[in-house]
């Protein structure tokens, strides 16, 4: 029986509790200096749900794993129709207010960076320049045996064309950005090659078994130790891809602060974790800051 990725996390009883208080972030912000590290957090008000979160889809989904896709012509057919029809979904969301606080310190020199590990794209729409996507982006597709990258908009287009009748209606959409669809309506779904060297495609995403590149990765240090403060928001750390740069943080005796409504396995070495939702919360810290209150505006 394959056994599902390990990817659960419990918080223990002894993490410090959240605070209702924005003002530790907010004084960090006015210092400057902040490098931003989002999670799926930060979407869900933009339609996108989390995997861990209060109905999150690992309570009914197991992620696609590296070595599944590649090792599987089955699981990469299974992967390709589900991604096909949730980019539709992925392609209507647009940012929400936290997305566009998050641009808007930018704006007004109040960051360093911005790390995220969603791969939605949501931070750039909303206006943030020189975002590190650490898990990678949806938007670009890598072939596996020549490495050439190209956009996920001329993938879907030729799976359109192999696939004129695939129309299913899907139980959900996840936060990698597939639909919940059965092996039925999968059915006999066609995949395509690189139009290169005839290789298999994949997005241009870390799946779950497989290691972000390590280039990124030294990148994302680098950042870590240039930065005056690591301000976390709406990621439950639960995976070390982003917890590392927390431990990093803290090690250094650079603050952490935290906006999660959920405790998190970084909230040991956090000055404080904020247990607010992310939109009203960010949009609350721009207003204590005087950043015009377009934050709100619908994009």
């Not at 339609?47 to 699981?75: C, K, N, V, W």
Request: overall charge neutral; hydrophobic content about 40%; aromatic content about 4%.
């Amino acid at each position: 029986m394959r056994m599902r990725p390990t990817l659960s996390w419990t918080p223990a009883e002894d993490l410090p509790p959240g605070t209702t208080d924005p003002e530790p972030v907010a004084d960090a912000l006015r210092l400057g200096g902040v490098l931003v590290l989002s999670g799926a957090g930060i979407s869900t008000e933009s339609g996108i749900p989390d995997y861990r979160g209060e109905g999150g889809s690992l309570t009914r989904h197991t992620p696609m794993t590296y070595q599944d896709f590649t090792g599987s012509a089955r699981a990469r057919r299974r992967y390709w129709a589900r991604s096909h029809l949730g980019r539709v979904a992925f392609a209507r969301a647009r940012p929400n207010s936290g997305h566009r606080a998050v641009a808007a310190f930018e704006r007004h020199g109040l960051l360093s960076g911005v790390i995220t590990q969603n791969v939605d794209g949501l931070h750039q729409a909303a206006g943030s320049e020189g975002v590190v996507e650490l898990h990678g982006s949806l938007d670009r597709v890598v072939c596996l045996s020549c490495g050439v990258l190209s956009p996920r908009a001329e993938l879907a287009a030729r799976l359109e064309e192999a696939n004129p009748d695939f129309a299913p209606v899907a139980a959900a959409i996840n936060p990698d950005g597939d639909a919940d669809l059965t092996d039925e309506q999968v059915g006999d779904f066609r995949v395509v090659p690189c139009t290169l060297c005839g290789g298999i495609l994949k997005p241009d995403v870390v799946f779950f078994g497989e290691n972000v590149p390590p280039r990124r990765v030294e990148h994302c240090r680098a950042l870590v130790r240039e930065a005056s403060s690591l301000l976390v928001l709406g990621s439950s750390l639960t995976v070390m891809s982003g917890l590392r740069f927390v431990r990093q943080a803290a090690q250094t005796g650079t603050p952490v602060l935290i906006v999660n409504r959920d405790p998190t396995r970084g909230d040991r070495h956090a000055l404080t974790r904020v247990s607010l939702p992310l939109g009203p919360a960010l949009t609350t810290l721009a207003e204590r800051l005087g950043i015009p209150a377009d934050v709100r505006a619908v994009t």
